[in-house]
């Protein structure tokens, strides 16, 4: 693999469109542009590291949701190495709804969705997951993670493919706890693994900065199968956001450990807790160290 992309320091953010459109999966959030996020304070590279995350000062008296930053990388890439060194993510909070993930262009989910990194709520454990148009069956040999559900496609159900980390350190305040890591996606024609590697067992070669996969033992998603991956996984763009609420942590809300509201219903209960807690959301930030793109 050869270096093509490095996504680090001052010019991070040169190198991704602020998303601030209403948010597609239905969150209780405001996604600012890039001169609303430094405005705000929500993003900075001060000390060489790229740290961008969410409000967390304000109580939200009305319906616009909490402010707080989507980026999506100006290239797209299909196929490749992808090294995110990630000292911190958003906390295992009450209705946060965190990503680290590759999308495909056009309408959704048309050419593909890949979720590295993806939780809910107080979860502790990361699910990878990927998303197609038309039916994609995966397996899940040679992993050390569990996969949930095999088939991608979001006619069969919008939960997609889905596996479970293993390891409370992948997600959340476990994952922070350890000062991070590096997550690995290698994408190819035949499979995409996913890889995570606690703060302290990075591999030299991605320290090096010459990765060597052969080194880099049983991934943790292996997803792999009947797919034709080049025909549902084209032209990816990299993607960080944290959302609330929505469809995904608004519709399981209830079935946390999370405040709920007498009278109240799993999403209205969520976004209550989102609108009245702001300081639980100091936490609620990425600090990327670099990604780097390698391709073959």
């Known amino acids: 693999y050869a270096l ?11 190198n991704f469109n602020f998303f601030s459109a209403a948010d597609p999966t239905h969150g209780f959030v405001k996604y600012l542009n890039h001169s609303e996020a430094v405005t705000h304070g929500l993003i900075n590279t001060s000390s060489g590291v790229a740290v961008f995350g969410a409000d967390g000062f304000n109580t939200i008296y009305d319906n616009s949701g909490r402010s707080s930053i989507r980026i999506e990388s100006k290239k797209s890439y299909t196929h490749g190495l992808f090294i995110a060194d990630i000292s911190h993510m958003p906390g295992s909070l009450c209705g946060i709804w965190p990503a680290f993930w590759t999308l495909g262009s056009g309408e959704w989910p048309g050419n593909g969705e890949i979720d590295i990194i993806e939780g809910v709520n107080l979860n ?3 699910a990878f997951t990927l998303h197609t148009s038309d039916v994609c069956i995966m397996n899940n040999t040679r992993e050390t993670g569990t996969l949930e559900t095999d088939n991608c496609a979001v006619s069969y159900s919008t939960t997609g493919c889905t596996g479970k980390a293993s390891g409370n350190n992948t997600y959340g305040d476990g994952f922070n706890d350890i000062k ?17 590697f606690p ?13 060597e996969v052969s080194e880099f033992g049983t991934p943790q998603a292996n997803f792999h199968g ?6 549902h996984f084209k032209k990816h763009r990299i993607v960080f956001d944290t959302t609330f609420c929505g469809d995904f942590a608004g519709s399981v809300y209830h ?6 509201v007498e009278g109240m219903d799993s999403m209205g209960s969520c976004i209550d807790y989102v609108k009245n807690n702001p300081s639980d959301y100091l ?8 990604i780097k793109v390698y391709e073959e």
């Open 4 to 14: 093509q992309d490095v996504y680090q320091g001052d010019g991070f953010f040169d």
């Open 124 to 126: 502790e454990v990361n």
């Open 180 to 196: 991070g890591g590096v997550y690995a996606m290698q994408w190819t024609s035949q499979f995409i693994k996913i890889w995570f």
């Open 199 to 211: 703060r302290d067992s990075i591999p030299d070669s991605i320290s090096r900065g010459a990765p």
């Open 226 to 231: 009947s797919c034709d991956i080049d025909e």
């Open 255 to 260: 079935q946390s450990t999370c405040p709920q």
């Open 283 to 290: 936490d609620a930030f990425w600090s990327v160290n670099y």
